[in-house]
């Protein structure tokens, strides 16, 4: 079965500072990986997601992520954080069968002035 | 409008009052689904409905009930909740139920509160 852990349930950066969440995968077959946000008090919006093209995804608001196998890892970096960064982030691997998400327990980034 | 829209925003009910969650889709789509999330709990897939036919019940209490009328449209029927079904319901659709690279796009979700 397909799992995501996301390590670190709350991440704090400076404004101007480098974000990185980490997030690890397992699964049998090749994946599908995303990265969702969600801002408080509204839905997921999708960030970018892996689907076996390039292993460096850029997704909207200057955020990428890199596929590495080797580590079985999707972790999420941006370069310079904003305050309008601040919100919750979840990573997810799609089972590739049924449309089922499998989402990490998700991480909360604050972005402190 | 666009999107995934949901109705109401917020509810608040008592364990033995029956309500309705209504989600609808304007993007074209033929699957549609419902989640809850809790506080410290990542989602939990909860339905999943695939040209109005439902393709997945995730162990759910029956005190859920979904409804697909068409692909636009989802409802969740609720009926003498308990307070620990207090959470946020997601309603998400894709463009079929197939998985892979197909992305979910959510709706703002609807926040309950069972007294």
């Known amino acids: 079965a397909q799992s995501v852990t996301q390590l670190g349930s709350h991440v704090s950066v400076s404004e101007g500072a480098l974000v990185l969440l980490r997030c690890n995968y397992s699964s049998s077959v090749p994946p599908y990986l995303f990265w969702y946000v969600q801002y408080p008090n509204q839905g997921l919006q999708l960030l970018l997601k892996y689907t076996s093209a390039a292993t460096l995804v850029k997704g909207i608001n200057g955020f990428e992520a890199e596929f590495k196998k080797s580590e079985t890892s999707f972790h999420l970096t941006k370069p310079s954080a904003h305050m309008s960064d601040a919100a919750e982030y979840f990573c997810a691997v799609s089972e590739g069968q049924g449309g089922k998400l499998i989402f990490g327990q998700g991480t909360e980034l604050s972005v402190k002035p | 409008e666009t999107g995934v829209t949901q109705t109401p925003r917020h509810l608040v009910m008592g364990m033995t009052n029956k309500k309705s969650l209504k989600c609808e889709q304007h993007l074209g789509h033929n699957a549609m689904y419902w989640y809850k999330q809790s506080a410290k709990k990542p989602l939990e897939l909860m339905f999943v409905y695939n040209f109005k036919e439902q393709t997945e019940n995730n162990s759910v209490p029956s005190r859920f009930s979904p409804e697909c009328p068409n692909s636009s449209h989802l409802f969740l029927h609720l009926h003498t909740l308990q307070p620990e079904d207090s959470a946020l319901y997601l309603c998400?659709?894709?463009?079929?139920?197939?998985?892979?690279?197909?992305?979910?796009?959510f709706g703002p979700g609807t926040r309950l509160t069972v007294l």
């Open positions: 998400a659709s894709s463009q079929e139920a197939g998985g892979g690279p197909d992305t979910q796009y």
